[in-house]
C-alpha cells in the first residue's frame, strides 16, 4: 500500500546536513505562512505546468530541502514524477522516512506537498529531466507498477546509506535502484531486486555523489540519530573523512550519460520571481536570472 498525502511529509535530510541545530528533524516543522503556502503552490503550478507542455509521461523531479551549500549541494530530495498516477497528476512517488514507524516507506505526494517539504519557504529550487521516449516508457511502467516498486524498498533507512550495500537505503537510492530496475537491472532472477539493480548500476558507470565531510561529527552523531548510520560504509572512506551518497545530481548525471538526448529545466524562487532556466548549467546562487532564463514575477 502507497501511502498519499499533500502537505508536507518528513525530509529526506542527507546525512551531511545533520548538525547540533537539526537533532529534531522528526518533529514537524513549523507550518509556513498562508504567504508562503501560496507563493509554493503558484511555483508549483509553474513547474506542472511546465511538465504538461513537455508531452511525456514522467519526469525526474528533485528539490533543495535543508541547507546543504556548505557542501556544494542544491539538491537533497529526488523522485519520480508521473503524470498517470492513480494519485493525482504528476504526482511524485518516492521514499520517504517515517519516523513513528521507524522504517521506509513509499509515498504518491502531489507536486505542491513535495515542495513544501523545501527549509527555505522564500529561497527554493526545483529540477526536472526529461527523458527520450525508448527511456520514459520503460521507466514509466515501472515507476506506476506498485509491486515492483515495492520490491525495490529496502527494510531499514538511513540518510546516508551507502549505495553499494543493502543493509540501509534513502530516499535517492530507492530512485536510482528503479531506474536501473526499469532499464536492465533485472537479467539475473537468481538475485534479490535491490542486488539485481546495484549489479547493473555498477556495470554501467554509477557514480555516487563522493562527499568531503571533513571535521563533521559524522560518525558521532550516528549513534544518537536512528536514522543515521556508518557502518555500512567502507572503512577507507570513513578514515578518509569521505562518505559516497546517492544524491539527486548524480542520478541526473547519470540519467544524462545514459540518454544524450535528455533534457534539464530547473527553476527557482524567491520572495518576488519565479526564474525558469533551460539546459544543464546551473541556475546561478541567490536565483539571479541569466540573459536566457524566463522570469515570472508573484
Not at 511546465?50 to 509521461?57: H, V
Amino acid at each position: 500500500m502507497f501511502w498519499r498525502f499533500s502537505a508536507a511529509a518528513l525530509l529526506c535530510a542527507a546525512a551531511i546536513s545533520c548538525n547540533a541545530g537539526s537533532l529534531q528533524l522528526c518533529s514537524k516543522p513549523p507550518d509556513p505562512s498562508a504567504a508562503e503556502q501560496d507563493r509554493l503552490i503558484r511555483f508549483a503550478a509553474v513547474i506542472k505546468a511546465e511538465l504538461q507542455a513537455s508531452g511525456q509521461g514522467l519526469a525526474l523531479v528533485a528539490r533543495s530541502g535543508l541547507d546543504l551549500a556548505r557542501f556544494g549541494i542544491r539538491y537533497s530530495h529526488a523522485g519520480l514524477s508521473l503524470k498517470d498516477s492513480t494519485n493525482a497528476p504528476w504526482s511524485v512517488r518516492q521514499l520517504y522516512y517515517n519516523c513513528e514507524a521507524d522504517q521506509p516507506r513509499l509515498y504518491d505526494e502531489g507536486l505542491s506537498g513535495f515542495l513544501l517539504g523545501t527549509h527555505d519557504p522564500a529561497l527554493g529550487y526545483a529540477s526536472i529531466v526529461l527523458l527520450p521516449a525508448e527511456a520514459a516508457e520503460p521507466l514509466a511502467r515501472a515507476g506506476l507498477d506498485d509491486a515492483r516498486a515495492r520490491a525495490l524498498l529496502g527494510e531499514r533507512y538511513s540518510a546516508n546509506a551507502y549505495p553499494w550495500s543493502l543493509q540501509y537505503q534513502n530516499c535517492n537510492q530507492w530512485l536510482i535502484e528503479l531506474l536501473a530496475s526499469a532499464w536492465g537491472g533485472a537479467d539475473d532472477a537468481e538475485l534479490p531486486p535491490r542486488q539485481q539493480a546495484q549489479a547493473w548500476l555498477r556495470q554501467s558507470g554509477y557514480r555516487p555523489h563522493e562527499v568531503d565531510v571533513g571535521w563533521r561529527p559524522l560518525m558521532w552523531l550516528s549513534h544518537l540519530i536512528p536514522w543515521l548510520h556508518s557502518d555500512d560504509h567502507p572503512p577507507e572512506d570513513l578514515a578518509a573523512k569521505r562518505v559516497q551518497i546517492s544524491l539527486p545530481d548524480a542520478i541526473e548525471s547519470f540519467a544524462r550519460e545514459r540518454w544524450p538526448g535528455a533534457r534539464r529545466i530547473e527553476f527557482c524562487h524567491d520572495r518576488e520571481r519565479i526564474v525558469i532556466h533551460r539546459g544543464w548549467e546551473p541556475l546561478a546562487e541567490g536565483c539571479k536570472p541569466g540573459e536566457q532564463d524566463q522570469v515570472l514575477p508573484y
